[in-house]
């Protein structure tokens, strides 16, 4: 069966204190890894796609990277603003556009 | 704002009652998709619409959930006969087929649905 695990469940660091968010799946056919920053009460917001191991994307202080197993966000000098749950899911090929979605990683900065 | 809405943000309903939830996807989305969330975990796929073709269901969806999209752009969610378990936070999120962007599904910020 497909799985998305994420790892910590909970995070809190030091502003300026960087650390990297863990997501690792097993999933046949992968088409797409997904990254996502949710707020308390409110929707994910969508942040990065991958589809290749090797691939890396950046935004401001977040970089995604995939392996062929799992997947990382790394976070660089967070500020308090970065306070979120982090989100990660899996796209398979086989299937029309479902997405398969970890509990995410709750992550709290604190100045 | 031209992101994805839904409408009521919040539901307060007795068990056994009818609910409906309705889902605006952004403008030229041709696909929009149906998530449930509860505390703690992340969301879960209900269904998924390609214009007005419902075309894939999960498990999930009991026969006391229904999910429209006449015309291929808003959406609506009917659940009959609340349990206290359908309390949960229910997501839309739409996509668009173009290349480039085939996969990315936006989000609205969720109908939050409390059975009592």
């Known amino acids: 069966e497909d799985q998305v695990t994420q790892s910590p469940e909970a995070l809190r660091l030091q502003e300026g204190e960087s650390s990297s968010l863990n997501c690792s799946y097993t999933?046949?056919?992968?088409?797409?890894l997904f990254w996502y920053r949710q707020d308390p009460g409110k929707g994910p917001e969508f942040l990065f796609t991958?589809?290749?191991a090797g691939e890396e994307k950046e935004k401001e202080r977040l970089k995604a990277t995939l392996t062929k197993k799992e997947s990382f966000l790394h976070i660089t000098a967070p500020k308090p603003e970065d306070s979120a749950t982090y989100l990660c899911?899996?796209?398979?090929?086989?299937?029309?556009?479902?997405?398969?979605f970890g509990r995410g990683t709750q992550l709290t900065v604190w100045p | 704002d031209t992101g994805v809405s839904q409408n009521p943000r919040h539901k307060i309903t007795k068990r056994g009652q009818n609910v409906t939830f309705r889902c605006d996807p952004i403008?030229?989305?041709?696909?929009l998709y149906w998530y449930r969330q509860t505390l703690g975990q992340g969301p879960e796929f209900l269904t998924y619409?390609?214009?007005?073709?419902?075309?894939?269901k999960s498990r999930l969806l009991s026969d006391r959930f229904s999910a429209e999209r006449p015309k291929g752009s808003f959406s609506t969610l009917e659940i009959q006969r609340t349990e206290q378990g359908d309390s949960a936070m229910y997501l839309c999120?739409?996509?668009?087929?173009?290349?480039?962007?085939?996969?990315?599904?936006?989000f609205g910020p969720g109908t939050r649905l409390t059975v009592l």
């Open positions: 403008s030229e989305h041709n696909r």
């Open positions: 899911a899996v796209q398979r090929g086989s299937t029309l556009g479902r997405l398969y």
């Open positions: 999120a739409s996509s668009p087929t173009t290349s480039g962007a085939f996969n990315e599904q936006f």
């Open positions: 991958l589809y290749s």
């Open positions: 999933v046949s056919g992968l088409r797409g």
């Open positions: 619409f390609q214009n007005e073709a419902q075309l894939e």
